[in-house]
């Protein structure tokens, strides 16, 4: 079973910068979708950004211009590089992969939950104002 795990999390001033790490494991190359999702207290989790098999991005609209998604060629590792980052941006991230190359249906796409059969713990990232 493959189980992700994010590493990278912490506390930062408004303004400042954190990279989230997502170890991945087993036959990566059947991998379609990683992506980041993130929840805070009392919130549904939500879709972050995303990264597909074609290196094709997708980005909540909230985090556009800030977070940059990106993978190793192996695509062992993803990665979340966080810029300027604001208190509403606090929340657990989560890790998510799709283990399949199967094409996701237009009514999910590439930051529904529903979309990720994997998840990882989650790593909390906490931003001060």
């Known amino acids: 079973q493959v189980q992700p795990v994010e590493s990278g999390g912490g506390s930062v001033q408004a303004g400042g910068s954190l990279r989230l790490s997502c170890a991945s494991s087993?036959?990566?190359?059947?991998?379609?979708?990683m992506a980041w999702f993130r929840q805070a207290p009392g919130k549904e989790r939500v879709g972050v950004a995303s990264?597909?098999?074609?290196?094709?991005?997708a980005y909540a609209d909230s985090v556009k211009g800030r977070f940059t998604i990106s993978t190793d060629n192996t695509w062992n590792t993803l990665y979340l590089q966080m810029n300027s980052l604001k208190p509403e941006d606090t929340a657990m991230y989560y890790c998510?992969?799709?283990?399949?190359?199967?094409?996701?249906?237009?009514?999910?796409?590439?930051?529904?939950?529903?979309?990720?059969?994997?998840w990882g713990q989650g790593n909390q990232v906490t931003v001060s104002s």
């Open positions: 990264i597909s098999r074609l290196g094709t991005t």
């Open positions: 998510a992969i799709r283990t399949t190359r199967a094409y996701v249906p237009s009514s999910l796409g590439p930051l529904s939950v529903a979309t990720y059969n994997a």
């Open positions: 087993g036959d990566t190359y059947s991998y379609g979708y």
